[in-house]
């Protein structure tokens, strides 16, 4: 089966760093995608991962470890226009998206 | 190319109308997704398409979905005999095997569903 856990809600503060994190269970793994999504419209491509280790691009970097089925989203020097939800999707033929966990930043 | 578009943005209907909407995805794309997102979730896979062939379907999608890509460029869902539960956000997505690594599937807007 597939099954995809992040949690539901986080809060920060600007100008923090931020870590999200994503649990999966899939066979036929084939990369791991994080995507943001603000409130109303569509999801944008953030970042894949098929091997492991730190990708990073800009404030956003996304790790992988495969063999413990575990990801996670790192968010530096945050900005009030990062609140939105992130979600975390496992590739075989398709995507399957986690639930997406929804990020306040305040000021 | 605009990107992956969406219509109508906006549908509302009474429960037991039929109701179609439509994708048009980016050009070279020759892979077309449809999934269905409700408040606080995210999006649910519902059918595929590489070119004009529909290669899975979702368990979720029951006898009244029904999904074409008649020519392997835009397509089409359709829901027979609307239900409440069928209020959602239907979002379409393409991508292109091969480049899927750097750029992922790439969203449109979503048509936003409301059975009343």
């Known amino acids: 089966g597939q099954n995809i856990d992040q949690p539901t809600e986080m809060t920060a503060t600007e100008g923090a760093i931020v870590q999200i994190n994503c649990t999966y269970q899939?066979?036929?793994?084939?990369?791991l995608f994080w995507y943001q999504q603000h409130a109303g419209e569509a999801p944008t491509f953030l970042s894949y991962?098929?091997?492991?280790g730190l990708e990073e691009k800009g404030r956003f970097s996304s790790f992988l470890s495969r063999s413990k089925g575990y990801s996670y989203l790192l968010l530096k020097e945050l900005q009030m226009k990062d609140s939105a939800s992130y979600l975390c999707?496992?590739?075989?033929?398709?995507?399957?998206f986690g639930t997406g966990t929804l990020l306040a930043v305040q000021p | 190319d605009t990107g992956v578009s969406q219509d109508p943005r906006h549908k509302i209907t009474k429960r037991g109308q039929n109701v179609t909407f439509r994708c048009d995805p980016i050009?070279?794309?020759?892979?077309l997704y449809w999934y269905r997102q409700t408040l606080g979730q995210g999006p649910e896979f519902l059918t595929y398409?590489?070119?004009?062939?529909?290669?899975?379907k979702s368990r979720l999608l029951s006898d009244r979905f029904s999904a074409e890509r008649p020519k392997g460029s835009f397509s089409t869902l359709e829901i027979q005999r609307t239900e409440q539960g069928d209020s959602a956000m239907y979002l379409c997505?393409?991508?292109?095997?091969?480049?899927?690594?750097?750029?992922?599937?790439?969203f449109g807007s979503g048509t936003r569903l409301t059975v009343v």
């Open positions: 398409f590489q070119n004009e062939a529909q290669l899975e």
């Open positions: 997505a393409s991508s292109l095997v091969g480049q899927i690594m750097n750029y992922g599937y790439t």
């Open positions: 999707a496992d590739r075989t033929n398709k995507l399957i």
């Open positions: 991962n098929v091997l492991d």
């Open positions: 050009s070279e794309h020759n892979r």
């Open positions: 899939t066979s036929g793994f084939n990369g």
